[in-house]
């Protein structure tokens, strides 16, 4: 029964990613064919495409009341994200920095984890009986992330920053849309209910699942996209596809969310984002030790192993 669990973990994981590449690519080629800039498109169906698989897991995970899959699956994707994808892309190609994602960007992820850490201690701010994260507190991070947005569409008018969009015939557009969010939607609950049980089993914490399996699983896009980035010698995309994603996951992800139902919030996570605002900072630190606004190989290495340290912890912890 736990093979079978963890096969069809695997085949959730399979089918989300796909659904979200399909759903790009419809969402994507039809805006083009009504003549919506490549900017827009770019900053919203590619962008949200890429969140699809944490959003639908987290949706999902509301829904049943599976809280500990809802914030762990985002802390874990975060921390995925800092470590894992821009360490291993690092290590295969340093990776250069604009000065706007140091100093704009790197500092807007730090505020997201610090207003999640605020949202969701009721009991250490307040005095609260219980940690929840409200549907109050999810439109306040939905608001930070129309911010966010309204940001990145100044600076791809400025900067003229676009994306190659292919463009299918409408029946297929079509298509790939409506297997794209039935796609998002099997692959979300596989990912979900075998999660669930693969936590029953070991008898751990939905939480430890969500912070290695699920976030690894639901990060794996991004970390496609920044090692092909990598390899192509395109560190712009590798770096601002890990940074973004991490907003988009913190305001957008979690705060939509709580609004579809309040999220309880386990204090010992606190450690968990505590750890993601020290590594964020590192991350900030290391623009300027060495090569200035470059993330160079030992840097990467480095973020790698606190990575592997991090998840031996997890283990340790329960």
Do not use: C
């Not at 085949?11 to 399909?22: E, P, Q, R, S, T």
């Not at 701010?125 to 219980?130: M, Q, R, S, T």
């Not at 990467?300 to 192993?305: H, I, K, M, V």
């Amino acid at each position: 029964m736990l093979i079978l669990n963890f096969l069809l973990l695997f085949l959730g994981f399979v089918v989300l990613i796909k659904g979200a590449d399909w759903l790009v690519k419809g969402g994507s080629s039809v805006a083009r064919r009504f003549g919506i800039s490549s900017i827009v498109i770019g900053l919203t169906i590619v962008a949200f495409g890429t969140s699809a698989p944490e959003l639908l897991v987290n949706i999902l995970a509301s829904i049943k009341g599976n809280s500990g899959i809802v914030v762990g699956n985002i802390l874990g994707s975060n921390i995925a994200n800092i470590l894992l994808i821009l360490g291993v892309s690092s290590i295969i190609y340093p990776l250069a920095i604009k000065r706007g994602t140091v100093y704009i960007q790197i500092p807007f992820a730090l505020l997201s984890i610090i207003a999640m850490g605020l949202v969701a201690n009721d009991v250490l701010i307040d005095g609260g009986l219980e940690n929840f994260i409200t549907r109050i507190d999810g439109i306040l991070l939905l608001l930070f992330f129309a911010i966010f947005i309204y940001y990145s569409f100044s600076i791809a008018r400025v900067k003229g920053q676009s994306e190659k969009i292919e463009e299918y015939s409408l029946a297929k557009s079509i298509m790939f849309l409506v297997f794209g969010m039935i796609g998002l939607g099997i692959g979300g609950e596989l990912v979900v209910r075998n999660a669930v049980s693969v936590a029953t089993f070991f008898k751990v914490s939905e939480s430890l699942i969500a912070l290695t399996i699920v976030s690894i699983g639901t990060s794996l896009p991004e970390l496609a996209t920044s090692v092909i980035a990598a390899l192509h010698k395109k560190p712009d995309i590798a770096v601002g596809n890990v940074i973004g994603s991490n907003i988009f996951n913190t305001f957008w992800v979690l705060g939509f969310s709580a609004i579809i139902r309040p999220v309880s919030f386990i204090p010992m996570l606190n450690f968990d984002i505590l750890f993601l605002v020290f590594i964020t900072i590192l991350l900030f630190v290391y623009m300027f030790v060495g090569k200035r606004n470059v993330i160079q190989k030992w840097q990467g290495a480095s973020l790698t192993f606190l990575y592997f340290v991090y998840i031996i912890y997890l283990v340790m912890r329960g």
